[in-house]
């Protein structure tokens, strides 16, 4: 086991080691040479180089300890913190040597757990769907994530540009939005599509420079799911008030068309029939409402795409444009079958040729996008603007459902579905789902 000596006790007996040497040989000098004075100048020749030398072999291993030291600490100050240095010593400085080491490893664990939270921080804020952009006090985009490159400049990267100036490239509520210094909604059209946002805008100091927060995150989802559960809410109340009267009604003029057959009444025969008839039909017509209501959730399952489009043709004829060995897409089969034959079927009621009704196809491991093209009418602006809408039609029988449950099974799969006029003539119905792990998981 070693003895642990503090420096001082260490310079202490070196100190007495040298005394006791200078006093011996001025001692055994002064028997020699009898004279204390050339003995004492004998002694001081011969020991104060020895002590020099002494001295300096003592202190060596103490400067180099001493420099290692100094120069971890300057690492410190460049954020290294890998170098560790070897405990030779069992005083003061080897307790300072382990205290350095310690030191050193706890900074080294904290810069990779805080590397790590970083990490994990930049990947949340790169896969959130939220657009972030963060500007200096100049304007310039300091950050953004991949989002907000994916709005304001298709994928690319945005990071030094003026965000006023990429603001200009875009639609005004944009620009107006941020020139406002507001948060709050605004709704902008994009590729054909109009897309509602909520803007967070926030100002704060970051090393003494003013600095702008700015969040966009798309509503454009949220705002149709609450529509559509609006509307889910008001067919089930109406639903509910018309059943409620519709079925005494029905059973009163079934009682009264056989009470009229009793009595050889052929006029309230007919006009009993008649009211029961249109009671069994407005039932049924509310039937198809509550449906609508009651879309159960989708049952989703990997799906043969070639094999699945093939199969609607011999239902309702069309031109399809899709590879047979086109990846699989994940959807409910019934559901999704019910969508294509109700767009190819207002194709066919579009006035257009059916040679011209195409089914376009294309899937990735991402995404599968569906298109049903014709060359009818088309839709004028208003009509776009509601076809979505529950109730709305253009037709003179129709109920208003075959779109917005078509868009309702669309969105439960977690897709969107596009209605646009083509450039020539007729109408473009696109259907987007996802189609990656995500979403086969589900």
Not at 146 to 175: E, V, Y
Not at 210 to 239: D, F, G, P
Not at 390 to 399: D, I, N, R, V
């Amino acid at each position: 086991m070693k003895v642990k000596l503090s420096l001082e006790a260490q310079l202490g007996i070196l100190l007495t080691i040298l005394i006791i040497a200078i006093v011996s040989m001025v001692s055994l000098l002064n028997y020699w040479f009898a004279n204390i004075y050339l003995a004492a100048l004998f002694s001081s020749a011969l020991i104060l180089p020895a002590c020099f030398f002494v001295l300096r072999y003592y202190m060596q291993p103490v400067n180099k300890i001493l420099v290692a030291l100094n120069d971890g600490f300057h690492n410190f100050l460049d954020n290294d913190f890998s170098v560790s240095l070897a405990k030779t010593r069992n005083d003061e400085l080897g307790d300072l040597v382990d205290v350095y080491n310690r030191v050193s490893e706890a900074l080294r664990n904290e810069r990779v757990h805080l590397f790590q939270r970083e990490l994990l921080l930049d990947t949340v804020i790169q896969t959130t769907p939220v657009s972030l952009i963060l500007t200096d006090n100049s304007g310039a985009i300091i950050y953004s994530n991949s989002s907000a490159r994916q709005l304001f400049n298709h994928g690319m990267a945005i990071n030094g540009n003026n965000f006023k100036q990429i603001l200009k490239k875009l639609p005004t509520p944009f620009s107006q939005t941020v020139e406002s210094g507001l948060s709050g909604l605004f709704t902008v059209k994009l590729d054909e599509k109009s897309e509602t946002y909520h803007l967070t805008q926030n100002q704060f100091l970051l090393n003494g420079l003013q600095h702008k927060l700015y969040l966009y995150k798309s509503l454009t989802k949220e705002i149709s799911r609450q529509e559509v559960n609006t509307w889910k809410k008001v067919i089930r109340l109406i639903s509910h008030e018309l059943n409620n009267s519709l079925a005494p009604i029905s059973s009163l003029a079934h009682s009264g068309q056989l009470l009229s057959e009793r009595n050889n009444e052929p006029q309230f025969i007919q006009i009993f029939a008649t009211v029961e008839e249109r009671a069994k039909y407005l039932q049924n017509f509310i039937e198809g409402y509550a449906r609508f209501a009651r879309l159960p959730k989708p049952r989703r399952e990997k799906i043969d795409t070639f094999s699945f489009l093939k199969s609607l043709i011999p239902i309702k004829a069309f031109h399809l444009k899709c590879e047979q060995n086109c990846p699989p897409i994940y959807g409910d089969p019934v559901q999704l079958q019910q969508v294509l034959i109700n767009l190819i079927k207002n194709a066919h009621e579009s006035d257009s040729p059916p040679e011209a009704i195409t089914l376009l196809a294309r899937v990735d491991n991402q995404m599968a996008e569906i298109q049903v093209l014709d060359r009818g009418k088309g839709m004028s602006e208003n009509n776009l603007k509601n076809a979505l809408l529950p109730f709305y039609s253009t037709k003179t029988e129709g109920t208003g459902l075959g779109l917005p449950l078509c868009r309702e099974i669309i969105e439960a799969h977690g897709g969107r579905l596009m209605i646009s006029n083509r450039n020539s003539g007729g109408l473009n119905v696109t259907l987007q789902l996802p189609n990656s792990d995500v979403a086969k998981a589900i």
